[in-house]
Each structure stands twice: as C-alpha cells, then as structure tokens.
C-alpha cells in the first residue's frame, strides 16, 4: 500500500521528544523534590473534586439524541484539535459526553473514580487503578481525547491477545467518536502494521513497538532526520510520495500494566539482528559444554544465586588452562575458553527446563518470569542461547549479529505526552519519576476493598509446603470456595497438578505451555468450587467474576505458593481477590527453601531461621516473615541498580555512536 505524506506528516513520522541525561547531585535533589511535590495528597483530591464535576455535568447529555451527541463531540473534536486557547476547559464537558456514549454503546457508565483516572491520564500521570476497577475504560476514555489531536496516539498493552481484545471493546466508544481504531500483534506483515498504526489510536505491545520503531530507523537510514530528506526531495521528488516504514511517528502514549513495562522489563533491551552461521562456535560451545560436565562444584567453580553467576576458582582456571588447546579456533586463547566454560556452566547450574525456558518442538522458548508467558521470538546473546540447547541436546541455532538495540526506558523517554496506569505501581514511585518523569497517583477503589489478608505461613521445607498446599485447596475445594494457587514456574505448576490428581481433585492449570484457553480458564476461575493453578500470567488483563453464590462463602480464596523479589507482584496476585468490593481472602505458604531466600540469605542464616521455628514455631513465623521482607528489600534494591546500569549503558552507546534526536535512537 502507498501511503502519501505531506510534509507536516513527514516530519512527524521521525521526530520526537529529545532524552536528556538524568539529574544527579544537587539537580537530582530538586528532581526528586518536585517529584515529591507532584505526588501530594491534593493531587488526588482535585482529581476527585473534578470527576464531580463532570459526573454533574452528565445530565445534559442523558437525553440528547446520538446525532445531538454526535454533534456535540464534533465541536469538542475541532476546540481540542486546534489546540487554541481554552482547549483544556472543554475537556470535562467532553469526558461528560463520552460517559453517555460509553453507556450507550459499551453498556458501561464510568464510575467517578474511573474518571479520576481518566483525567490523571489525560494530565501526564501514573494512575494506580487496582485489579478491576476499570482500567481499560479508563484509558479509552482519555485516548478519545489524545485521538482528537490528530497526533499518533498508541495504547500499549502486555500482550497480543490484550492488544486485539481491548481494541475491539472500546472499537464502539471510538467510532462513535469520529475516531478509527487498529491493533498490531506479532504475526502480522508490514502492511497489515503500517494500516494499524495509520489510525487515529492503535493498541499494541511495548516489543512490537520498540521493534518496529527500530526497523523504521534502519529503513530509514542517514534520512532519519527530516531536514536531511527535505533537501533530498529537491532532487528526488519521489521521496515524499512513498513510506516505507510502518509507524507514523512517537507522540502519546499510554501504557497499561505500566509498572511491568517501565520497571520489570526495563533491563531488556529490543534487540534488532541478523543470523549467520559461524560452525567453529558450534563446535566451541559443544567442547565447552562437555569440559564443563567434568568440573567440580565448590572445587573448580562457585555458583552465586543472588546474583546469578559462576566464579571459576585457581583449580578452576587451572584446569581450563590445561585443556584449552582442546578448543576450536580463537577459543584455544585461556580468555576465550574461561568465557565459553563459565557460560556452559551457567546453563547447567543456573538455567533449568520449566524456569527460565522450556522445550518445545526440539526449541528452547525463554519463559518471562514476570508474567509466566513464553517469549518465541527472543534468544539470549552472546552464545548463552547456544549453551542451553546444547545442553539440552537440541541442534545448535545460528548466532545473531545485533544492528540495532535500544531499552525500553530510553524509548518512552522519546513521547511528548506520557501516562500509564496499573494496579500495583505505588512501590516503585520514586523510579518513575526519576527516569521517566511520570508523577503517582493512587486512585481509590469504586467500594470499599473486602478482601481478607491472612497472615503467611512459612514451612521449613518445601515438601511440607505443598503438603499444606494441598491441604488448604482440598479445604477451599470442600467449602464451595473457588481458589486461585499462584506459583512462580511452569515446573511448579506441574508439580503441584500432580498431587491435586492424586487427591482426585479436579483443577485447570494455566502456564506458558497451557496457555490457550487463558481467558476462559480465568473467566470462570470464579466458579463454585473452582481449583484453578496459574504462573504470573493469571495476574493481567482478564477478571475472575463470582460465581452465583459464591460470595455467601467467602469469594475466592488466592493462595501464593512463594514470594516474589518485588513485592509488586505478590500485589497482583492478591488483587484477583476482592473485586469490586466482592468478599475474597489472600494468603501466602513459602518455605526456607524457596529460591528468595536461598539467592539472598546466607546459608548459615537460613539454618538458623529454620532452628527458631522448630522450637518456638510462633515466633520462629514472625521472624521468617521478616527474613522474606528483608530479602525482598535486597532483591529490589539490587534490580533497581541493575535498571540505573541499563541507563549508563544508554548514555555511554549515545555518546560513543554520536546518536542524536534526529539521527537515531
């Protein structure tokens, strides 16, 4: 498909927000001062305050026919598309139409906390709107606003899936608008994404995002600049006829399920790359993998869980001395060997099938461990990726070759107009006004949160803790409870659907393998006595609704089998629970050989803490629970470092490439 654009379109498609250096010293101080200020409680209160009024201003449109309200949005539409003076006082007016018209056509009417959270949007905030109150609606409400300006407008979703959902629902709200609507999944080809994102609000994912952004640039080339391909077109006349990318440029964005967008992926960058054979590597990692077979653990090599890596010790380098000559190529160098082997040993001691991959069709699928889902288009660099498969006895993929990289909390540095919302963000509030100047607000629930928050019970093994897993699910299952069981691995899950068959209890698991029936497995996880075992993936996008009688017994029951390293997430989970003021209970069964506290407490600690619940088991409770909160202190801590390293490496590729605004990401 041709796509022609004026010059005003031209220049749009390639530019955006410049990324300036982060403060520190004494301008950081003030960052983070103003960051403070923008977070005060009356913030919230105005938001409130003017959600009442427009929540007032409903009444004159309840009886307005839809050409009348066609009509009306019309006039709102040209106020706010031309920008001009007073453009901001229509927006309450407007919200207060698109209330009627969500209502007429969604069969929804935004509650005032959604329109709380609507106008936080729309002021460039990140709204925490817990599990089920709205979210989605929310942003459609704002995004008919930012639509209106005629700007690229993106919605960015966690998933396809949710992408093509969302779109969809709000399909009627947006037409009715005068707006079109598009979404992008990872199937499609470059015209189906070119026509998705030429509409006035396309839904998409942050990796086909950043990705198509990337392979814009690459298309583009030197003529990323605007200037640049203004004075080309002197010549070539041509050049302003035809687009070969696919985006049409970086204006707003509004991201869902922000905190795992901006904080959890934030250290994976989007790697653009090409293959290409390399057979004396192959050969490499095949030879590293068996000399790593014959070392000895705590002789030749030390395994650091905290921070996962492996330490060769002198017998270690030793040895590898010794046998280097064995290897291939550039890798007989004793460097290049230690390389080769300590990553091989990475794969067997810190790598394992149902955790951080998993095998399917003869390939290994990395396995994201902050949502459970798996990731077919990703391979991990520098030959790691190659050790795995050898490892697992798989045939070798091709190496990559990276032409273009860039990290998520770079890219949506770049929009002019940025918010986000989600159901757990208050943890991190400080790092999104730091990096992305993205101010907090909480916005409170529409009725009063009823869940139960139980106490955790901590068990000194893990076998006793799925023990008492099953125990407490054959309970619930007795009671008529549903019961949701959140663990952390497909391994798991597996694991504990073989002891509920055991007991003859009937279950549905939900993982990165069994994951097609997702929405339906979650929608009726709320059933009478449902038993329903789910990775991070049950956390997102879809809500569990009571069944008929089943809030007479108490809602559904969420029981967490470990703790995660952010806390923020142990908040998703819990937040299944409780919707819209329904009746439900949380609770969390971990042991002392759960992977938090094995990568961040000593292990002289550890037998200590499980001495202290032996022989006084209500204290030694007290004092577990303090070791996990400890522990997620450390791990937090320590990724929140790693995302700051993520954004020196950004700055250092800036200056080192000469990348500029309009030269390249």
């Known amino acids: ?113 959604q329109l709380a959270g609507s106008l936080a949007l729309h ?4 709204a925490e709107l817990v599990t089920g109150e709205g979210k989605t609606l929310a942003a459609g409400l704002t995004a008919v606003l930012e639509g209106w300006r005629a700007r690229p407008c993106h919605i960015v979703t966690a998933n396809d899936y949710l992408a093509q959902r969302d779109a969809g629902w709000m399909g009627p709200l947006y037409r009715f608008c005068g707006l079109t609507v598009g979404y992008v999944s990872g199937e499609f080809d470059q015209a189906r994404r070119r026509e998705a994102y030429s509409r006035d609000v396309a839904y998409t994912t942050s990796k086909e995002l950043v990705a198509d952004f990337l392979r814009d640039r690459l298309i583009l080339g030197k003529f990323q600049d605007y200037t640049r391909r203004e004075a080309l077109a002197i010549f070539h006349s041509d050049i302003m006829k035809r687009a070969p990318t696919v ?7 509004i991201i869902d399920e922000a905190d795992h967008i901006l904080i959890d992926e934030a250290v994976t960058p989007v790697i653009i790359s090409g293959r290409h054979e390399n057979a004396v590597f192959k050969q490499a990692c095949s030879d590293a993998a068996e000399i ?20 060769l010790s002198e017998a270690g380098e030793d040895r590898i001395a010794k ?84 990290s998520f909390q770079k890219f949506f540095r770049f929009f002019r107009r940025l918010s986000g919302m989600s159901g757990t963000a208050r943890e991190a509030a400080p790092e999104f006004w730091a990096v992305y100047r993205l101010p907090f607000v909480s ?35 007795e009671n008529g409870r549903p019961i949701l069981v959140g663990v952390r691995t497909v391994r ?86 409780g919707r819209q003021g329904d009746p439900g209970s949380s609770i969390t069964f971990a042991s002392l050989d759960d992977e938090l506290l094995v990568r961040y407490v000593p292990r002289a ?34 990724a929140s470092r790693q995302r700051k390293q993520i954004l020196k490496v950004d700055t250092w590729l800036d200056e080192s490439l000469s990348f500029s605004s309009g030269g390249g990401p």
Request: net charge positive; hydrophobic share 40%.
């Open 292 to 311: 790593a077979g014959q070392m000895e653990l705590n002789r030749d090599f030390t395994v650091d869980h905290g921070y996962r890596t492996i330490e």
């Open 1 to 113: 498909m041709t796509q022609v654009l004026t010059p005003t379109c031209d220049r749009w498609m390639t530019e955006h927000q410049d990324v300036d250096e982060l403060p520190h010293g004494l301008d950081g101080l003030a960052h983070r001062i103003v960051g403070m200020f923008k977070r005060r409680p009356g913030v919230l209160i105005r938001l409130l305050d003017d959600a009442r009024l427009v929540d007032e201003m409903q009444s004159k449109f309840d009886h307005c026919s839809d050409r009348i309200l066609r009509e009306r949005l019309a006039e709102y539409r040209s106020v706010v598309r031309r920008g001009a003076r007073g453009s901001e006082e229509v927006v309450f007016p407007a919200l207060a139409a698109l209330r009627e018209v969500a209502h007429r056509q969604l069969g929804m009417r935004p509650y005032v906390v």
């Open 323 to 406: 046998i280097a000559d064995r290897m291939p190529g550039l890798w007989k160098a004793h460097r290049r060997a230690a390389e080769l082997i300590t990553q091989a040993l990475e794969a067997r001691h810190l790598y394992e099938n149902g955790k951080e991959y998993v095998v399917q069709d003869d390939k290994i699928i990395i396995v994201d461990e902050f949502t459970g889902r798996l990731m077919h288009q990703r391979t991990w660099r520098e030959g790691l990726h190659q050790a795995v498969e050898v490892k697992e006895g798989l045939d070798q993929t091709d190496l990559t070759e990276t032409s273009m990289r860039l």
């Open 492 to 577: 798991q899950s597996e694991h504990l659907s073989r002891l509920l068959g055991e007991q003859e209890i009937k279950h549905a698991v939900l993982n990165a393998v069994r994951h097609r029936e997702e929405a339906q497995i979650i929608a009726g996880a709320g059933d009478e006595g449902q038993v329903t075992i789910a990775t991070n993936m049950a956390g997102r996008g879809t809500d569990i609704v009571l069944g008929r009688g089943v809030a007479k017994k108490g809602g559904l029951h969420v029981l967490a089998t470990e703790y995660h390293e952010a806390g923020r997430i142990d908040r998703q989970l819990y937040g299944r629970s």
């Open 247 to 253: 985006l049409r440029g970086l204006h707003t964005a």
């Open 605 to 638: 600690v550890r037998i200590q803490l499980a001495r202290v619940l032996s022989r006084d088991p209500e204290k030694g409770q007290a004092v577990c629970r303090s070791a996990f909160r400890g522990a997620q202190w450390w791990a937090t801590g320590r």
């Open 123 to 126: 002021r460039g905030y990140l």
């Open 443 to 477: 916005i409170p629930t529409n009725r009063p949160l009823c869940r139960t928050q139980l106490p955790a019970k901590i068990f000194a093994s893990e076998k006793e803790k799925w023990q008492a897993v099953v125990t407490e699910v054959r309970t619930m299952h």
